[in-house]
């Protein structure tokens, strides 16, 4: 007779982890934008905003029902779904009993709307230019984010003492690419969607593993001598 | 006459009376000018999904006028409408009431001249006024 488990599997996995800390990231720092372009007294604070979601497979309604409201009334900040396509676990860098490494790739997409708009004095803006012009603002500000240095490791890297946690080894954006309804769609409004892949690599953990001792505690002190050679004492914790 | 002459005559009824399927509507070229003659056609507004290839839908509206060309022609239009893409011009626009909704205005993005019958179906853009 096989073996069950006999604790309940109550946690996260980390690729959960990882992808709920992607968009929050953005959203965290897509408020701050607005607050910054709001100080830095921008025309339109409203530009830096984004509609941050996880894993949402129903179509999007916005900009389908009050498309006559004044611009003003209506919000065409681009909507940033964030979701985890796939993963891979190279054997080399994990063990069979404990921790394995995943490699995985979130799709963040960003969706771009736009209306015509009329223009006092002559001219309009087309509502395509304007669809790409917000996707391209949105994925420009998802970029720069998700790369900034602060985020090297999503801050989810493990600290000396931490909790068990993502342990995030590297993120990198894998590619960006644009996507436009077919030509028989001819929408009455303007869509564009552009999808961010980023790669991101942390560790997954076995059910066994007990989140209090999951580091071994190192302490290595490196002491430079007169003579310039190197001195590296380590300190193991046995207990 | 022809049946296609024939055909094209039966457009004031099958097309434009305002007892069967004909809906008014205004069109209103880039100079501005709009016929003050009421239009009738064949209008639509209806819902549709949009796929934009990546993996989930978009929902969306699909809007067309369908006009005859000899009316448009006898009203004062010197051109057929047609999709303006230069942001320094005015485009084409339409409006048009649903069956239970106030009055909409859209812009012309495209245009299928049927010359065969002499019927022109417009696809439609929602259109935002102007920002004060």
Redesign the interface.
């Known amino acids: 007779m096989p073996t069950v488990l006999t604790a309940l599997i109550d946690k996260q996995d980390n690729f959960e982890v990882v992808r709920d800390q992607i968009a929050a990231l953005i959203n965290l720092n897509q408020a701050a934008q607005v607050i910054l372009a709001t100080a830095a007294a921008e025309p339109d604070p409203s530009l830096w905003k984004l509609r941050v979601f996880t894993e949402r497979a129903q179509p999007w309604e916005q900009v389908l029902n009050e498309p006559e409201k004044p611009l003003a009334e209506q919000d065409l900040s681009p909507i940033v779904n964030v979701w985890y396509e796939n993963g891979t676990f190279p054997e080399a860098q994990g063990d069979t009993v404990k921790r394995q490494a995943h490699t995985a790739t979130y799709n963040v997409d960003v969706y771009g709307f736009g209306i015509d708009q009329d223009v006092v004095g002559g001219g309009h803006i087309p509502g395509d230019l304007t669809a790409v012009r917000n996707a391209t603002r949105g994925i420009r500000l998802v970029r720069n984010i998700l790369m900034a240095a602060e985020n090297i490791y999503l801050q989810l890297r493990n600290k000396d003492g931490a909790a068990l946690g993502p342990g995030v080894w590297q993120r990198w954006v894998q590619s960006i690419t644009s996507f436009q309804p077919d030509l028989a769609s001819e929408s009455a409004h303007a869509v564009i969607g552009i999808r961010l892949a980023l790669r991101v690599t942390f560790n997954e953990y076995s059910p066994q593993v007990d989140e209090s001792n999951a580091l071994e505690t190192v302490h290595v002190d490196v002491q430079r001598a007169s003579d310039g050679m190197l001195i590296v004492d380590a300190e193991y914790d046995f207990t | 006459m022809s049946l296609r002459v024939q055909a094209e005559a039966d457009l004031a009824v099958t097309l434009e009376a305002s007892t069967d399927f004909g809906e008014p509507f205004t069109l209103t070229d880039p100079s501005e000018f709009a016929s003050a003659e009421q239009l009738y056609g064949a209008v639509g ?1 209806i ?8 993996g ?8 067309t006028l369908t006009a005859r060309i000899a009316t448009l022609t006898a009203a004062g239009y010197t051109n057929l409408p047609e999709g ?8 084409w626009l339409v409006d048009f009431a649903g069956v239970s909704t106030a009055s ?4 012309v ?2 245009s299928f001249p049927d010359r065969t019958l002499g019927l022109i179906t417009m ?10």
Not at chain 2, 47 to 54: C, F, K
């Open positions: 507004d819902g549709q999904v949009l796929d934009v290839d990546t989930q839908a978009v929902s969306g509206r699909h809007a303006i893409a230069d942001a320094a011009s005015k485009p909409q205005r859209y812009k993005v495209q696809i439609l853009a929602f259109w935002n006024p102007a920002a004060a």
